[in-house]
């Protein structure tokens, strides 16, 4: 009975971080499912979109599960990989749009996703960095 | 039926995430209202499977099945991972979570519209 209602936690996935969690569990689904269905369904049409929208989905899968387990490391380099990612394939989607003929998460630094995919690497490094004791 | 389900959850869970947002700003945790509200939307997803399922096998159209049914079955699980993920979080950010879940079901609710409607 002793303890106190608002006993702040630390943690990865604590305070502001249940809530990164949350997005980067959104985006492993997304990603992973979006993935595991082109792959299923028309696989010859864009080997490399394809495969590099499974690689995402499971760099997100493993920031979700870093972040939500307290693994800063596992955390740190994920959402780094993460970040040059939707870098260079952005980038590469702009400059040469024959290269993937089907859309990812990461494609036009993803605008499919509202420029999320772009911005969540910032925020979960700097969750990361931020909640360090 | 589809459409009006689909829009009657879009409508509910949009609703809910403006106010968890509004909670969240307000530092406060999830009260009894919103799990009851929460649980509304999940019954709209249950609903919304079923409609779907049943639209799915009535239609003549070419939908991509599989896909449909994949999103109404990802669909009822987000609201009670939501809850059991934010409930655990005792600070603002419990609702913070109820956010991201709602929108979550909001934007997927209008993806099986036009999945439905090719």
Known sequence: MAEPHHRPQHGLQHGFGRVVVAIYA???????ARS????????SEAPIAYA?????????????????????????????????????????????????PDATVWSDFGVGYGFVPLVLPFVGLAWVLKSRR | MIDTTAY????????????AAWKTIRHTRISDGMFYAISAVEIGTLLLLVVGIAGLSATKRDVEGTL???YLATLVLVPPITLV???????????GVVLIGMWTVAIMAIRVLQVWHG
């Open chain 1, 26 to 32: 959104v985006f492993a689904l997304s990603a992973s």
């Open chain 1, 36 to 43: 595991l269905y082109q792959l299923a369904t028309k696989a």
């Open chain 1, 52 to 100: 590099l929208s499974a690689l995402a989905g499971v760099i997100y899968i493993l920031a979700t599960v870093a972040l939500a387990t307290n693994r800063r490391r596992l955390a740190a380099a994920t959402i780094s990989f993460e970040l040059l990612g939707v870098l260079v394939v952005g980038l590469l989607t702009r400059v040469d749009a024959a290269l993937f």
């Open chain 2, 8 to 19: 009657a959850v879009f409508g509910l869970a949009t609703a809910v995430a403006v106010w």
């Open chain 2, 68 to 70: 449909l049914v994949s």
């Open chain 2, 85 to 95: 993920w934010g409930v655990a979080e005792k600070s603002r950010w419990g609702t």
